[in-house]
C-alpha cells in the first residue's frame, strides 16, 4: 500500500487547509484511514480516523474544527482543517489500517503562523 498525501502548507491563523491522502497498491482490505500528527519534542498523535463504514474519531483539540471525510470509490482520505491554530503546526501523516498492517505516508507540513 502506498500512501501519497498533499494539501499542507502555511496559513494565518484562523484559516483552513485541506489535506488529501490517496492509497494505491495492495489496497483491498484497508479498513480506517487517518491522519495523525508530530510536533517538534512531542510524540505522533492521532487527529481524525474514519473506518470503511463511516465511523470517525476525533482528537479533542480538533473536534468541531476538522471534519474527516473518505471516498471509497477514489480510496482517499480528506481532513478540512478549519479555525487553524497556532498549536495545529505539526507535521501530518495519512495512515492506513490493513488487517494488523499501518501503511504511512510521507509526512505535509502544516503551519499556522501570522
Known amino acids: 500500500v502506498q500512501l501519497q498525501a498533499s494539501g499542507g502548507g502555511l496559513v494565518q491563523p484562523g484559516g483552513s487547509l485541506r489535506l488529501s491522502c490517496a492509497a494505491s497498491?495492495?489496497?483491498?482490505?484497508?479498513?480506517?484511514m487517518g491522519w495523525y500528527r508530530q510536533a517538534p519534542g512531542k510524540s505522533r498523535e492521532l487527529v481524525a480516523r474514519i473506518t470503511r463504514s463511516g465511523s470517525t474519531n476525533y482528537a479533542d483539540s480538533v473536534k468541531g474544527r476538522f471534519p474527516i471525510s473518505r471516498d471509497n470509490a477514489k480510496n482517499t482520505v480528506y481532513l478540512q482543517m478549519n479555525s487553524l491554530r497556532p498549536e495545529d503546526t505539526a507535521v501530518y501523516y495519512c495512515n492506513a489500517e490493513q488487517g494488523v498492517m499501518d501503511y504511512w505516508g510521507k509526512g505535509t507540513q502544516v503551519t499556522v503562523s501570522s
Open positions: 497498491g495492495s489496497i483491498f482490505g484497508i479498513n480506517a
